[in-house]
C-alpha cells in the first residue's frame, strides 16, 4: 500500500523536467571500464549549488585519465531532488486535493533510485545521437550523496542490498526466474556520504528547531506561506543583494537561491522536506551486513586485489556540524569501529569545511582551497578502488 501511494504521489513527477548535471569522460568512447559517478543533493535538493565542487572533481578525474595506464573512464551525474523546481511537477503543491503535497522524504528515495538505476543501466545522459548509440550500462557504480543526500544514498545502497540478497536466494533454491529484473541490478560498488545526516537529526542543534516546527501545529501548518509571502515581498534585485551580503553565499550560489526562494514551490517543498526528515531519520535501522562487502562483490577495484579489499563507505562527517548530534555521531563512529567485517573509512573534517560548503562564501584563499580538499579526498577514495 504505501509504495502504491509513492507511485501515485510521483506519477506527477515529470523525470524529463528534473534539472540535472553531468559531467562525461573524454575517454568514454574507448575500451576501458566505465565508472558512474551518481550525487545526490542535501535539501534544498538543487543540484546547480554543486556545480563548483562537482567541476573540481572533475578536472582531478580528467587528470587521472590521462594518467598512462589508466583504464577507466567517470562519468559524473546529478540531478535535483523532485519538487524544487515548479516545471518538475503537475499540478501545483496544494494542502487541498487529495495527492498533491510536497514530496516526502521516502518519494526522495524511491525517485533516486529509479533514476540512479536508469542512469547506471542506460550509460548517458547526454542528448545527442553519438551519445545514444554509444549508451551502455556502466561497469560499476559510486553513490555519492550530501547531508540528507547521505541517507538517501544510504537507504537507496541499503534496498540493493536485499534486493541482491533476495536473488542470491532464489537461485540457491533453483529458481531461474529471480523477481529481480537486469535493470535493478547496477553494480553499485561504494558510497561516499559528505556530512551525512544519517541518524536522529532532531537530536542537531538544528534539528532541534526545525522539529519544533514540526510539533507545534500553527508552524506545521503555516510556516511555509509565512515564509513565503515574506519572500515575495522583496523585489528580485533587493533579494540577492541580502542573499549575497547578509546570508554571505558567492555569487553562483546566491543566483541558485533567488531563483528558489522566488519559485512557487520551492519553500514548501523544502520545509515538507526537512519536517520529514525530522520524523523519519531517527535511530539506526541498516542491518551491520549492509558495511560488509559481499562475497559476489566486484573486487577487481581493490588496491591490492591479491591482499586488500576496498572500503566500500566514506564517511566525511563535519568537526561542529549543527545538523549533526555529536553524541549520535560518535557513537555510530564508535559502532563501525567495533565491526571486524565491516569495510567503512570514517573521516573527520579538521579543515573547518561547513555543512553547507556549496553555499558559504569563504575568503577568497580558502573558498577553493575547501573544494580542493573535500573533492581530493573524495577523489582519493574513488582512485585507492582501482587496479590499472
Not at 569522460?25 to 538543487?46: M, Q
Not at 510556516?223 to 540577492?240: C, I, N, S
Not at 519536517?275 to 577487481?300: A, C, F, G, P
Request: aromatic letters at 12%; hydrophobic letters at 35%; a negative charge.
Amino acid at each position: 500500500m504505501e509504495n502504491e501511494t509513492i507511485r501515485r504521489s510521483l506519477a506527477s513527477a515529470s523525470k524529463a523536467k528534473v534539472p540535472f548535471l553531468e559531467y562525461v569522460s573524454a575517454h568514454r568512447g574507448e575500451n576501458r571500464r566505465r565508472c558512474l559517478i551518481y550525487f545526490i543533493p542535501g535539501n534544498p535538493g538543487l543540484i546547480a549549488y554543486y556545480a563548483p565542487f562537482l567541476s573540481t572533481l572533475r578536472q582531478l578525474l580528467d587528470e587521472e585519465e590521462a594518467r598512462d595506464g589508466c583504464h577507466r573512464s567517470f562519468h559524473v551525474y546529478g540531478q535535483n531532488l523532485i519538487g524544487f523546481d515548479d516545471a518538475d511537477h503537475e499540478p501545483p503543491f496544494s494542502a487541498a486535493e487529495a495527492g498533491t503535497a510536497p514530496f516526502v522524504l521516502e518519494d526522495q528515495i524511491f525517485h533516486s533510485y529509479d533514476r540512479l538505476v536508469e542512469v547506471g543501466t542506460n550509460g548517458t545522459n547526454v542528448g545527442s545521437s553519438e551519445a545514444a548509440a554509444q549508451a551502455q550500462a556502466f561497469d560499476e557504480v559510486i553513490i555519492m550523496g550530501h547531508s540528507v543526500g547521505a541517507y538517501i544514498s544510504t537507504e537507496i545502497y541499503h534496498r540493493h542490498h536485499l534486493q541482491l540478497k533476495a536473488r542470491q536466494q532464489q537461485q540457491v533454491n533453483g529458481n531461474d526466474g529471480t523477481g529481480v529484473t537486469e535493470k535493478q541490478l547496477v553494480n553499485l560498488q561504494a558510497g561516499i556520504l559528505l556530512f551525512p545526516t544519517i541518524s536522529d537529526m532532531a537530536h542537531s542543534p538544528n534539528g532541534q528547531k526545525l522539529d519544533f516546527l514540526r510539533t507545534t501545529p500553527f508552524l506545521d501548518r503555516y510556516a511555509h506561506r509565512v515564509a513565503k509571502g515574506f519572500v515575495d515581498l522583496w523585489p528580485g534585485w533587493l533579494l540577492e543583494g541580502f542573499v549575497r551580503r547578509v546570508l554571505g553565499q558567492p555569487a553562483h550560489a546566491a543566483s541558485v537561491t533567488v531563483r528558489f526562494l522566488m519559485s512557487r514551490d520551492g519553500i514548501w517543498q523544502a520545509l515538507h522536506l526537512g519536517k520529514d526528515e525530522m520524523r523519519v531519520i531517527t535511530e539506526e535501522k541498516w542491518s551491520e551486513d549492509l558495511w560488509e562487502m559481499q562475497d559476489d562483490d566486484d573486487t577487481t577495484s581493490t588496491t591490492d586485489a591479491a591482499t586488500e579489499r576496498p572500503n566500500k563507505f566514506f564517511f566525511y562527517f563535519g568537526v561542529d556540524d549543527s545538523w549533526v548530534s555529536q553524541e549520535h555521531r560518535d557513537r555510530f563512529i564508535e559502532q563501525r569501529r567495533r565491526h571486524e567485517n565491516g569495510r567503512t573509512r570514517i573521516f573527520i573534517d579538521q579543515d573547518k569545511i561547513p555543512h553547507a560548503f556549496c553555499i558559504r562564501e569563504l575568503p577568497s584563499f580558502s573558498s577553493f582551497f575547501s573544494l580542493d580538499i573535500l573533492s581530493s579526498r573524495c577523489f582519493i577514495f574513488v582512485r585507492r578502488r582501482k587496479t590499472d
